[in-house]
């Protein structure tokens, strides 16, 4: 959940760990700090708070070094504070270490370190790793790679540790398990973090390191191991990311840039994969285990927050058009839960950032039960998309606001490719609907372009109820998750407290909630529920509560009837959530802007929890 970065080559480090750390921020704002190699030894800084001010406690001091260790940091372990701050350093001061993850047997380690004579500075589990590192390294073994070794091999937990050694300043010593590390090889230089956002401005070659290994990093010099100390040769691929995809582009927070941006992702999501002209979907990932998909006994969707609202608009779409039984599971319920899972399972796994600890250990024990992999991730070489059997990527570009929008309507978009061709191969839908869908999934991004272009409406409605203390949101059917994605938006950027209910859920007991102060959010646009959610609205009116309704244009009905209405441009019922999601998002969004919160780094979130 944290971000690390580090470096060695000839460049002045400094510079290139604080740049790495302002762009992985988005994992964890608690407190920064970095380690430098410098003449005199190990220098280590660090500030609770964001990087700009751990930045600006370091203006005007001598910073010169070739490798060092950086980390921003989302607590786990310890309270957020300077002394819990990341690198900590080894009891004879010459070792540093930032980690990502949780050492789950941290307290026994400790206990026999204090039994040893070791004394702790801060309350983390990362400095009693280092510590118990160092013994070995001071009493069982030759080198610090070895000490390594043997400790990584008696923790229980995750981790993407950082090691820097003042007795060997140029040379950087890395392992992982469980959380994400990838290393950028440049000329004579190299560098390391957590993705691959602080190194694409320097080079495209990047290696990513798989569980149990251990990385050797000089200026000039990789080395990989497992935990047995057998080399392993580094798979090397190109990003195919450009910077430009990582900046604001003009917009005030990346919420907004990518929000505006999903006429784009959505576009680039179907591009080449659906052809309106030809009538045809083709998926690379899907076409060769359409068999196993036709023919699967049930769909199980694992995921997480957005992901798992995708989850549940999918769970709709497929028994509607496959007649495929589908589960949607929380998978941290599920991983504990001992649930059933049978040989003919599918597993389709669902995540943006392909790092979310709870989904990887969910997928891992329905792989021990037989079940197949079938990962819908956004980021390209991440650790979901590498434990699955099979998958698809969703192309929304890298992103970068806390907030999950644009990888949402991207999940959407791949989800319902892969049930309307399963669906046509299986026959349970006919030419005739096959085409509609895939002429109406066609349409999509110019629909949200319009959508898009009445932000200024969305900005007035979210202005006069951004003081509301609660909000409902209410939907039916395919809209009912849409609902659930609305409030958690709200919750995330706002601070406001905001739940989704299936409207007709209202009568069995949160309509005891309504009055003229609570703004009630309807996702209702023109389908087979239309005239129910009507009537649920007018129960809502009846007890004078706000009505805020997203509906399809023209719908006198509901305009009507409604305080505010959020019109989008009429679509398949089935269709809809793609369009329904986007005035959420964007009331969302200017409703935490005008509370002038940080929309980008909402307090207590970080965008993949790394960490069950
Ligand atoms: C959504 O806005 C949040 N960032 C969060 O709920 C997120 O969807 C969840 O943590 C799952 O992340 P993933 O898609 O990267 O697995």
């Not at 229980?156 to 003042?166: C, R």
């Not at 706000?546 to 023209?554: L, N, R, Y």
């Not at 305009?559 to 009429?570: G, I, M, N, S, Y």
């Not at 999601?581 to 002038?596: D, E, M, T, W």
Request: charged share 25%; proline share 4%; with cysteine.
């Amino acid at each position: 959940m944290c971000g690390i970065v580090a470096y060695t080559g000839p460049r002045e480090a400094y510079p290139v760990i604080l740049k790495g750390l302002k762009r992985l921020e988005y994992r964890g704002y608690d407190s920064a700090g970095v380690a430098l190699s410098e003449e005199a030894g190990i220098a280590v800084h660090k500030k609770k708070g964001k990087v700009s001010q751990l930045e600006e406690s370091l203006i005007g001091k001598p910073l010169n070094a070739q490798s060092g260790i950086g980390h921003t940091r989302w607590a786990t372990h310890g309270e957020p504070s300077d002394r819990n701050a990341h690198p900590h350093r080894s009891s004879n001061g010459k070792l540093a270490l930032v980690h990502n993850g949780i050492i789950e047997n941290f307290a026994s380690l400790k206990r026999e370190l204090v039994n040893k004579g070791y004394s702790f500075e801060s309350d983390t589990d990362t400095e009693v790793l280092l510590k118990f590192i160092e013994d070995i390294y001071n009493h069982q073994s030759e080198s610090l790679e070895e000490a390594v070794r043997i400790a990584l091999r008696r923790v229980v937990g995750a981790y993407v540790i950082i090691l820097l050694n003042e007795e060997d300043p140029g040379t950087l010593i890395a392992a992982r398990k469980g959380s994400p590390l990838v290393i950028g090889i440049g000329k004579g230089e190299h560098f390391l973090a957590s993705d691959a956002s602080p190194i694409i401005e320097y080079t495209k070659e990047v290696v990513y390191i798989n569980d149990y290994e251990m990385a050797i990093v000089k200026p000039d010099e990789l080395i990989l191991k497992n935990l047995g100390n057998d080399k392993v040769t580094p798979f090397i691929t190109q990003l195919d990311m450009e910077l430009a995809a990582i900046e604001k582009g003009g917009f005030e927070h990346f919420m907004l840039k990518e929000i505006f941006e999903q006429p784009t992702t959505v576009f680039d999501c179907l591009r080449g994969r659906l052809d309106a002209k030809e009538g045809t979907i083709t998926m690379g990932g899907v076409d060769p285990h359409l068999d196993k998909l036709t023919n699967a006994s049930r769909i199980i969707m694992l995921a997480c927050g957005t992901s798992w609202h995708a989850g549940l608009v999918a769970e709709y779409v497929f028994e509607e058009l496959c007649r495929i039984p589908v589960e949607v599971e929380y998978a941290s319920e599920f991983r504990y839960r001992n649930p059933v899972v049978r040989e003919g399972d599918i597993i389709l796994a669902i995540s943006q950032s392909g790092e979310t600890a709870d989904t990887l250990v969910a997928m891992d024990m329905a792989k021990k039960h037989g079940a197949f992999l079938f990962g819908v991730v956004n980021v390209v070489g991440s650790s979901i998309s590498r434990m699955s059997n099979a998958g698809a990527y969703t192309h929304a570009g890298p992103e970068i606001g806390v907030a999950s929008t644009k990888a949402f309507t991207a999940q959407l978009a791949v989800l319902m490719m892969i049930a309307i061709k399963v669906a046509y191969a299986k026959g349970t839908i006919d030419q005739k609907r096959y085409l509609h869908l895939i002429g109406e999934l066609d349409a999509v991004p110019g629909k949200i372009e319009t959508i898009l272009e009445s932000k200024e409406r969305i900005q007035k409605t979210a202005e006069r109820y951004k003081d509301a203390r609660d909000f409902l949101y209410l939907g039916r059917g395919y809209n009912f998750p849409i609902a659930l994605e609305g409030a958690l938006k709200l919750k995330e950027i706002s601070y406001i407290h905001a739940e989704g209910y299936p409207a007709a859920e209202m009568k069995h007991g949160p309509i005891a909630l309504v009055e003229e102060t609570l703004p009630v959010v309807f996702v209702a646009t023109k389908d087979a529920y239309h005239e129910k959610i009507l009537s649920n609205a007018q129960e809502i009116k009846a007890r004078k509560g706000k009505v805020i309704a997203v509906i399809s244009e023209g719908d006198d009905a509901f305009a009507f009837l409604a305080d505010e209405t959020l019109p989008v441009p009429a679509a398949d019922e089935l269709i809809a959530p793609l369009l329904t999601v986007i005035p959420l998002q964007l009331l969302a969004y200017y409703i935490g802007n005008a509370k002038g919160l940080d929309v980008d780094k909402p307090r207590n979130l970080a965008k993949s929890v790394t960490v069950e």
